[in-house]
């Protein structure tokens, strides 16, 4: 459930993107902004990840498309928290609410009274199963496990967001 989450997740929020903003934000535990304030989106690619008490923070500004807060997190010995932050750009912004009915339809798999979707922000929590580290059985649920995924996945948006620069990205 965990990967098809993830990706259901990336694809959507490649789909969607909106207008430009001002303020900032910082996501919380709970999954939503802090002072619900657009960030100040730059217009240089970043993606950085950071270690938290019990897992990592992704943290992606990908110029004109969206600035996403990702945090994956230990609970226990047998759960992952994953922890959504997302903010749209662009001038796709017309798919937003389409991609909020179909992340709605997925509401059963989110921690209850976790899942917002407006005004060109997503937020949500998935609390998951335990699950197997792809590296040896060791390493599952490891905060050095989502280290080298979050790591991974900024590798993928960079790539994505040259052939963006390029014209030649297609709808993920």
């Known amino acids: 459930m965990y990967k098809r989450l993830i990706v259901a997740a990336l694809m959507l929020a490649m789909a969607a993107c909106d207008d430009s903003s001002t303020g900032a934000g910082e996501s919380t535990s709970?999954?939503?902004?802090?002072?619900?304030?657009?960030?100040t989106q730059s217009m240089e690619f970043s993606c950085d990840v950071q270690d938290t008490e019990n897992g990592v923070r992704q943290v992606l500004n990908f110029p004109n498309r969206m600035y996403e807060i990702t945090e994956i997190s230990r609970q226990g010995t047998d759960k992952i928290l994953l922890d959504y932050?997302?903010?749209?750009?662009?001038?796709?912004?017309?798919?937003?609410?389409?991609?909020?009915?179909?992340?709605?339809?997925?509401a059963r798999f989110y921690v209850?009274?976790?899942?917002?979707?407006?005004?060109?922000?997503?937020?949500?929590?998935?609390?998951?199963?335990?699950r197997e580290g792809e590296r040896d059985y060791g390493a599952a649920n490891s905060i050095e496990e989502f280290r080298l995924e979050a790591l991974g996945d900024c590798e993928s948006k960079y790539e994505w967001y040259l052939d963006d620069l390029r014209g030649d990205d297609e709808d993920y």
């Open 85 to 106: 932050d997302i903010w749209f750009y662009g001038p796709e912004a017309y798919d937003f609410p389409k991609m909020c009915a179909k992340t709605a339809e997925d």
């Open 112 to 130: 209850e009274g976790s899942y917002s979707c407006e005004n060109f922000h997503l937020v949500y929590q998935v609390l998951d199963e335990y």
């Open 30 to 39: 709970n999954g939503t902004s802090k002072n619900g304030k657009r960030p």
